[in-house]
């Protein structure tokens, strides 16, 4: 403790800084989590599955492709890509079809931006 000539023991001291210090770190840190929280708010920031996750049935329509009724899992439709042979004097073709297995799905916007990049390349 303390006397009234001022001294202070030296356990005592480093024991009332160290709580000091303690609690302007927690005061740092409660400042800085509302600041981020007030960012991200005021700009959008941080995930939301509800606008961030592309959607297959957006990708097709917004390229006025035709949508493949099929499976859908977490609300987004399943697609893959297969590949049909050549017939007579047609080529050999892609075409989108929907599945109900998720590890053969693929995410068309993904494979759109893939393809671009690639081609830029």
């Avoid at 202070?8 to 024991?15: F, Y």
């Avoid at 959607?55 to 035709?66: A, K, P, V």
């Avoid at 759109?112 to 690639?118: E, P």
Wanted: hydrophobic share 35%; aromatic share 4%; charged share 30%.
């Amino acid at each position: 403790g303390g006397g009234s000539d001022g001294f202070i023991h030296g356990e005592c001291l480093a024991r009332a800084l160290l709580e000091k210090a303690k609690t302007a770190e927690e005061a740092r840190i409660a400042a800085q989590a509302e600041k981020k929280l007030k960012d991200r708010r005021e700009y959008g920031i941080g995930w939301r599955p509800d606008r961030m996750i592309p959607r297959n049935e957006e990708f097709l329509q917004g390229h006025n492709l035709c949508c493949p009724q099929g499976t859908r899992a977490a609300g987004s439709l399943l697609c893959c890509l297969v590949l049909e042979e050549k017939t007579g004097t047609r080529p050999p073709r892609i075409s989108i079809l929907s599945t109900s297995d998720p590890e053969r799905s693929v995410n068309l916007s993904y494979l759109a931006c893939a393809l671009q990049v690639r081609a830029r390349a």
